[in-house]
C-alpha cells in the first residue's frame, strides 16, 4: 500500500541507503495526480523490444539503474515505465484496461490490498508467473495472496512492510519510560492493550503538547494488520463486522483517540506533517518505509533521537506485486523482467538502494540487510528487526473491498472519536459509510 492502505502517498526516494530511512519502500504514495512516462534506454528503443511497465508512484527499480542493468544483461531489450502518482488513480484504470483486455502495460503492477480482488476476477487475463519466479524464494503467505485456488500465480511480490513500533527516546525518558528497545518491546510484548496502557502512563508525565501516538489510523492499521482474519472470512463472505478482532480493535483505538493517547490528525496531510517536524508524538506504527516518511517531515534535531522496538504482535503494513498481461505483444520477455525484477538478488539491491524491504527471506542475513543503518535511529539493527517482524507475519485472508472497508473504518471511523465522538458512535459512523460503499 504503498503507505496508507494503498490510496496515498508514496514518498520521493530520498538518498542512498546506507540510511534506510532514506526513501520510503517501494509502495508510499506522494500526492501528484499525474502520470509519468520515462525510458531507461538512451536510443530510444531502436531495433529493440520495448518493454512498458505500469506502476503507481516509486517503486525504485528505475532509480536503483535495475532497468538500465537489465539491459545491460539484454542488449535487445529496451525499458519504458509509465508511473501514475496515486493507486486510487492507477487501479480503477488497470481493473477497466483489464475488463477490455487493451491498453494494458507489458507488467502492471498491483498494490496489495487490490490483490484478492484482481485474483478473484482477473486471473484469466494474466500469465500464471509461478513458471517464472520461484516460490521457494518468497514468504509464503506473500506468494499465496497472489495465487488462485487452482495455483495460478498471477503477480510476484515486491516489497513487504513489517511491522514494528518506532518511538523517541528522548519524549520516552522524559515520561518516566525505559527507552532501551528490548525493555521496550517487552512493555507491550503480545498485546495491543499493553500497549495503549503505556501510552497512558506516558501521559502522565508527558512532555507538554505531546501524544503518545500519532494517529487513530495509524493504530489501528497496526492493530488490523496483525490479524489472520479481519474483513473476510475464508468462504469469501463479509465478516468485518462480526470479527471481534476487528470490533475489538476499533474499540481500543478509539478510546485511545477519545482519551488523548494518540493524536487528533489523519496521517499524511499537511497536518499530520507538521506533528513529526515539531516532535509532538512519542511513538508511531512503524513499517521500514514509515522511516522514510519520519526522515523527510523532521528537522535536524530530530536525527538520532528514534529507536525502534518491535510491535506487540507482528504484520504487515504495504507491499506490492509484478503482474504480466496475457495479451501483451512480449509476454515472455515482460515475464522475464517481471521474474528478475523480483528475484532476491535485485531485491536487497533495491533495499540497498531504496528501502524497499525484501518479500524474499533469503537476504534477510545478507551484509546489506542486517548493516542497513538510518540516520533518524543510528546505530539501531533496522533490517535485524524488520526482518524478524517479516519471518511472523500471519498468513492474512484479503478479500476484494480491503481498501472500502480499512479507509472506512480509519477515515470515518476512530478518526471521529479523536474529534469527540464516542466509540459507539464512531463506529456507527464506519459502519454505515463502508456498507454504502459496499453496496454501489
Given at each position: 500500500?504503498?503507505?496508507?492502505?494503498?490510496?496515498r502517498?508514496?514518498?520521493?526516494?530520498?538518498?542512498?541507503?546506507?540510511?534506510?530511512?532514506?526513501?520510503?519502500?517501494?509502495?508510499?504514495?506522494?500526492?501528484?495526480?499525474?502520470?509519468?512516462?520515462?525510458?531507461?534506454?538512451?536510443?530510444?528503443?531502436?531495433?529493440?523490444?520495448?518493454?512498458?511497465?505500469?506502476?503507481?508512484?516509486?517503486?525504485?527499480?528505475?532509480?536503483?539503474?535495475?532497468?538500465d542493468?537489465?539491459?545491460?544483461?539484454?542488449?535487445?531489450?529496451?525499458?519504458?515505465?509509465?508511473?501514475?502518482?496515486?493507486?486510487?488513480?492507477?487501479?480503477?484504470?488497470?481493473?477497466?484496461?483489464?475488463?477490455?483486455?487493451?491498453?494494458?502495460?507489458?507488467?502492471?503492477?498491483?498494490?496489495?490490498?487490490?490483490?484478492?480482488?484482481?485474483?478473484?476476477?482477473?486471473?484469466?487475463?494474466?500469465?500464471?508467473?509461478?513458471?517464472?519466479?520461484?516460490?521457494?524464494?518468497?514468504?509464503?503467505?506473500?506468494?499465496?495472496?497472489?495465487?488462485?485456488?487452482?495455483?495460478?500465480?498471477?503477480?510476484?511480490?515486491?516489497?513487504?512492510?513489517?511491522?514494528?513500533?518506532?518511538?523517541?527516546?528522548?519524549?520516552?525518558?522524559?515520561?518516566?519510560?525505559?527507552?532501551?528497545?528490548?525493555?521496550?518491546?517487552?512493555?507491550?510484548?503480545?498485546?495491543?492493550?499493553?500497549?495503549?496502557?503505556?501510552?497512558?502512563?506516558?501521559?502522565?508525565?508527558?512532555?507538554?503538547?505531546?501524544?503518545?501516538?500519532?494517529?487513530?489510523?495509524?493504530?489501528?492499521?497496526?492493530?488490523?494488520?496483525?490479524?489472520?482474519?479481519?474483513?473476510?472470512?475464508?468462504?469469501?463472505?463479509?465478516?468485518?463486522?462480526?470479527?471481534?478482532?476487528?470490533?475489538?480493535?476499533?474499540?481500543?483505538?478509539?478510546?485511545?483517540?477519545?482519551?488523548?493517547?494518540v493524536?487528533?490528525?489523519?496521517?499524511?496531510?499537511?497536518?499530520?506533517?507538521?506533528?513529526?517536524?515539531?516532535?509532538?508524538?512519542?511513538?508511531?506504527?512503524?513499517?521500514?518505509?514509515?522511516?522514510?516518511?519520519?526522515?523527510g517531515?523532521?528537522?535536524?534535531?530530530?536525527?538520532?533521537?528514534?529507536?525502534?522496538?518491535?510491535?506487540?504482535?507482528?504484520g504487515?503494513?504495504?507491499?506490492?506485486?509484478?503482474?504480466?498481461?496475457?495479451?501483451g505483444?512480449?509476454?515472455?520477455?515482460?515475464?522475464?523482467?517481471?521474474?528478475?525484477?523480483?528475484?532476491?538478488?535485485?531485491?536487497?539491491?533495491?533495499?540497498?538502494?531504496?528501502?524497499?524491504?525484501?518479500?524474499?527471506?533469503?537476504?534477510?542475513?545478507?551484509?546489506?540487510?542486517?548493516?542497513?543503518?538510518?540516520?533518524?535511529?543510528?546505530?539501531?539493527?533496522?533490517?535485524?528487526?524488520?526482518?524478524?517482524?517479516?519471518?511472523?507475519?500471519?498468513?492474512?485472508?484479503?478479500?476484494?473491498?480491503?481498501?472500502?472497508?480499512?479507509q472506512?473504518?480509519?477515515?470515518?471511523?476512530?478518526?471521529l472519536?479523536?474529534?469527540?465522538k464516542?466509540?459507539?458512535?464512531?463506529?456507527?459512523?464506519?459502519?454505515?459509510?463502508?456498507?454504502?460503499?459496499?453496496?454501489?
Amino acid at each position: 500500500m504503498r503507505a496508507r492502505i494503498g490510496t496515498r502517498r508514496r514518498a520521493i526516494a530520498l538518498a542512498a541507503v546506507a540510511s534506510l530511512g532514506a526513501a520510503l519502500l517501494a509502495g508510499c504514495a506522494d500526492d501528484g495526480d499525474g502520470s509519468d512516462k520515462t525510458s531507461s534506454g538512451d536510443g530510444g528503443g531502436k531495433g529493440k523490444t520495448t518493454l512498458t511497465v505500469g506502476l503507481f508512484g516509486t517503486f525504485g527499480f528505475k532509480e536503483a539503474g535495475l532497468f538500465d542493468e537489465y539491459e545491460k544483461l539484454n542488449p535487445d531489450i529496451n525499458i519504458e515505465q509509465n508511473v501514475i502518482e496515486r493507486n486510487e488513480n492507477y487501479y480503477p484504470a488497470l481493473v477497466n484496461h483489464l475488463t477490455t483486455n487493451s491498453g494494458l502495460m507489458d507488467i502492471q503492477a498491483v498494490e496489495v490490498a487490490n490483490i484478492s480482488e484482481v485474483v478473484q476476477t482477473q486471473s484469466d487475463k494474466l500469465l500464471d508467473l509461478s513458471k517464472y519466479g520461484k516460490k521457494s524464494d518468497y514468504l509464503e503467505w506473500k506468494w499465496q495472496q497472489a495465487t488462485t485456488e487452482g495455483g495460478q500465480t498471477v503477480g510476484l511480490g515486491t516489497d513487504v512492510g513489517p511491522m514494528a513500533i518506532c518511538y523517541r527516546k528522548d519524549l520516552f525518558q522524559q515520561a518516566g519510560l525505559p527507552t532501551d528497545r528490548e525493555e521496550v518491546g517487552k512493555l507491550w510484548a503480545g498485546d495491543w492493550a499493553k500497549l495503549v496502557d503505556v501510552g497512558r502512563d506516558y501521559m502522565k508525565k508527558a512532555p507538554k503538547g505531546t501524544y503518545f501516538m500519532d494517529s487513530p489510523g495509524g493504530l489501528l492499521n497496526a492493530i488490523l494488520g496483525s490479524e489472520t482474519k479481519k474483513f473476510y472470512d475464508e468462504s469469501g463472505e463479509v465478516v468485518y463486522k462480526t470479527n471481534p478482532a476487528v470490533k475489538d480493535g476499533f474499540m481500543l483505538t478509539a478510546e485511545a483517540a477519545q482519551d488523548g493517547v494518540v493524536g487528533n490528525q489523519t496521517q499524511f496531510q499537511p497536518a499530520w506533517d507538521q506533528t513529526i517536524a515539531n516532535s509532538k508524538f512519542a511513538a508511531i506504527s512503524c513499517p521500514p518505509w514509515m522511516l522514510g516518511t519520519i526522515k523527510g517531515k523532521s528537522k535536524p534535531e530530530a536525527k538520532g533521537q528514534w529507536d525502534v522496538a518491535q510491535a506487540p504482535k507482528s504484520g504487515n503494513w504495504g507491499g506490492a506485486f509484478l503482474a504480466v498481461p496475457k495479451s501483451g505483444k512480449h509476454a515472455e520477455e515482460a515475464a522475464k523482467l517481471a521474474a528478475w525484477l523480483t528475484a532476491p538478488e535485485q531485491q536487497v539491491k533495491l533495499f540497498a538502494k531504496q528501502g524497499s524491504f525484501p518479500s524474499t527471506p533469503a537476504v534477510y542475513t545478507s551484509p546489506e540487510v542486517t548493516g542497513a543503518k538510518n540516520e533518524m535511529t543510528g546505530d539501531t539493527p533496522i533490517g535485524t528487526i524488520f526482518a524478524e517482524a517479516a519471518k511472523n507475519i500471519p498468513v492474512q485472508i484479503i478479500g476484494p473491498k480491503d481498501l472500502i472497508v480499512q479507509q472506512g473504518l480509519t477515515d470515518n471511523g476512530v478518526a471521529l472519536a479523536a474529534q469527540g465522538k464516542s466509540p459507539q458512535e464512531a463506529w456507527d459512523a464506519a459502519v454505515k459509510t463502508i456498507d454504502n460503499k459496499l453496496e454501489q
